[in-house]
């Protein structure tokens, strides 16, 4: 059975950096893209960014375009996020998920993890 698991998420200042990390076990990583989205309290679930299969391709939402920086390594079965000048917007459960073959900006993902609390303050 396919899991994800999320961590790294704390409590931060504005202008401070976070790094997220997604383990996954229990399917074949390197056959999946893989995505982050995140969902502030009162607020839809929202993608954040994406990488192909083989990380050779990434996107990214416009409101972490320049500070955010999502990576993987296959032999790790491993996503990371890397947060920079986080700011008070970006507090949300942050979820990592996997989608088999073909990245996606949208929410049609085969799994999801727990998700992870990211909080900013100001």
């Known amino acids: 059975q396919a899991q994800l698991a999320e961590s790294g998420g704390g409590l931060v200042q504005a202008g401070d950096s976070l790094r997220l990390s997604c383990a996954a076990s229990?399917?074949?990583?390197?056959?999946?893209?893989m995505g982050w989205f995140r969902q502030a309290p009162g607020k839809e679930r929202e993608f954040v960014a994406a990488?192909?299969?083989?990380?050779?391709?990434?996107y990214y939402a416009d409101s972490v375009k320049g500070r955010f920086t999502i990576s993987r390594d296959n032999a790790k079965n491993t996503v990371w996020l890397q947060m920079n000048s986080l700011k008070p917007e970006d507090t949300a459960v942050y979820f990592c998920a996997a989608r088999l073959f073909v990245v996606a900006t949208s929410m049609n993902y085969n799994y999801w993890g727990q998700g992870t609390q990211v909080t900013v303050s100001s």
């Open positions: 990488i192909s299969m083989s990380g050779d391709t990434t």
């Open positions: 229990g399917l074949t990583f390197s056959r999946y893209a």
